[in-house]
Nanobody, 124 residues
C-alpha cells in the first residue's frame, strides 16, 4: 500500500521560508511523478508544483513561480517543497500527491495517492 507522509508545516512570518517534506513508501519511488497541492479555508484545492519521475522536469503555479522549488531525493524516497518569500496568502494545508504515470501533471484527478496534509500558516 502506497503511503505519503508530509511534514514541515508550521507558523512562519511573512517573508520567511519553510521546507516541506513528503516521504513515500509502498511503491518504487522512481515510478512516480509527484506533486504538491494546497487548500486554504473556504477555497478549493489548488495545484502548487509538480516534478516528473526523474526530477529533471518541474512545473509551478504562477502564484508560486520564483518563490517555491520542488525537488526529489531518490535515495530517501522523498519529495521536497522549498518555500521562500512566504506571503499570508500562502496559508493553507499542503498536500503531497503521487501519480503512477510518472509524467508531469497538474490536475488533482490525475493523481493516484495523497498524503494527509501539513498546515502552513504565514502571519503578516
Amino acid at each position: 500500500q502506497v503511503q505519503l507522509v508530509e511534514s514541515g508545516g508550521r507558523l512562519v512570518q511573512a517573508g520567511g521560508s519553510l521546507r516541506l517534506s513528503c516521504v513515500v513508501s509502498g511503491r518504487t519511488f522512481s515510478d512516480l511523478a509527484m506533486g504538491w497541492f494546497r487548500q486554504a479555508p473556504g477555497k478549493e484545492r489548488e495545484f502548487v508544483a509538480a516534478i516528473n519521475w526523474s526530477g529533471y522536469t518541474t512545473h509551478y503555479a504562477d502564484s508560486v513561480k520564483g518563490r517555491f522549488t520542488i525537488s526529489r531525493d531518490h535515495g530517501k524516497n522523498t519529495v521536497y517543497l522549498q518555500m521562500n518569500s512566504l506571503k499570508p496568502e500562502d496559508t493553507a494545508v499542503y498536500y503531497c500527491a503521487a501519480t503512477v504515470s510518472g509524467h508531469l501533471v497538474s490536475h488533482g484527478y490525475e493523481y493516484d495517492y495523497w498524503g494527509q496534509g501539513t498546515q502552513v500558516t504565514v502571519s503578516s
